[in-house]
């Protein structure tokens, strides 16, 4: 006696079990269920995918709910999620970026620099280091008083005191203020070039090189208007610190100071 199944819906009515969803990454091989055309995708766009056979042709087809095949069982293709922002790798100073971490609590040493644009600048190469080490960097607005800004400070084993100085050449006021600070917890560096904006590659601001200024003008008034820049110190700055991406946008000389001061700072005595 023939047995009937009590769902008496014909099968072209009854609703169709959902099929899983997969992404049409390319390289993928999927057989078309209409055509039984097998190809690995190579194209995924405006709701359709391209297919390449072993015989290299190409085909297009739909991407329709159970469209496709993947190794025997139907599935729906469906178009890749878009890929995230790449993270970087390397820190603007060069060092080995460290995703997601924290920044230290803040040292008892310090570094010290003559300016905000010095400050600035260091920030903008050198701060996810600085945070990770938990370096603080501040500012003088010159370096007249430093010894008495040393003494005050009063460095020691646990907190060393590190100071970036403008116009360090042999002879210069500068270097007879440095010449005065003889702690051995603290290290006074510097580089040659009359303010920080030398620091940074004339390349890298689209310019031939740093015009020379007369003596007895204002330098960074006498950059502006050689290079033909409004004479507003502030704005030049500006578009003189956008033009910093990466260690690679700034001398040498500044360069090997700057990580001379983070491992003095960091480096127990």
Known sequence: M???????????????QPVPEVPAEP???VEEAGTGFCGAVIRCEAGTVTLEDRFGKHRVFPMEPRGFLLEGRAVTLVRPSPA?????????????????ARARVARAGRIYVEGRHDAELVEKVWGDDL????VVVEYLEGVDDLPSIVESFAPGPDARLGVLVDHLVPGSKEWRIAESVTSDHALVVGHPYIDIWEAVKP?????AEWPRVPRGQDWKTGVCRALGWPENTGAAWQRILAGVRSYKDLEPELLGRVEELIDFVTTPA
């Open 27 to 29: 390289g993928l091989v």
């Open 131 to 134: 945070r990770i080490e938990g």
């Open 203 to 207: 390349s890298s601001l689209g310019i």
């Open 84 to 100: 995230g922002p790449a993270r970087p790798t390397r820190t603007a100073s060069g060092s080995v970026a460290v995703p997601g």
């Open 2 to 16: 023939r047995q009937y199944s009590p769902d008496l819906t014909p099968p072209w009515k009854k609703p169709q």
